[in-house]
C-alpha cells in the first residue's frame, strides 16, 4: 500500500490538532539507530485505505511512504490511536523495513471449515481463544495470516499454536502448546 507523507517541523499539541482538523493524520516513523520522523498522512487516503482492509490484517499489511522528494520506504504500522468517541484514526506509529533486520509483529489466525465442523453441527460453539500469533521474521517473510482447518473437529477438541503451519523462516514468540481453538458444549 502506497501513501503520501509530509514532513512536519513541530511537534507541538496544537500542530497535531491543526493537522487533524484539516482531515490529515500526524504520525510517526521509527527508523533503527536515528531519531524519530514526524510526519503528515493524508487522511481521505488512508480511511479509504482502512475501509478495504480485511479484518485483523492491518498489522502485517507493508506500507510504501513516498515523501514528496522522492524518498520512499517501506514500514509496517506499529501502533494506531482512535479517538475514543468518534473512533476517527488520531495517530499512527510507522516502524521503517530493513531488508536483513528481523522485525516482530502479530500475524491474525483464521479459521477454515467452520461452515462443515463436525462439533458445531452436533451443537458445539467454536471459539477462537488465541486471534493473533506474535512472530519474528525477515521483512521479506511476513506471512498475511495462518489458517487453521476445523472441519474435522468434534465437540471438546483443541488446537493449540504447534498445529499451525508455520513456514521455517518464521520464528513463532509465543509458547506453542497454548490452546488457540476450541469446539465448547453450549
Known sequence: MKLKVFKREQVKKSESNRIRREGNIPAVVYVRGKPTEAVVIDGTEFSSFLRTVQQGRLSTTVFSLKEEGGKERRT???????????YQVQHLDFEELFDDVPVTLNVPIECTGVVDCVGVKLGGVLRQVIRKLRVRCLPKDIP??????VRSMGQNDKKRL???EIPQTVKPVANLNEVAIVIAKR
Open 76 to 86: 509496517i504500522l506499529k501502533e494506531i490511536q482512535y479517538h475514543p468517541t468518534t
Open 144 to 149: 498475511t495470516f495462518f489458517t487453521v482447518d
Open 162 to 164: 504447534a498445529d499451525l
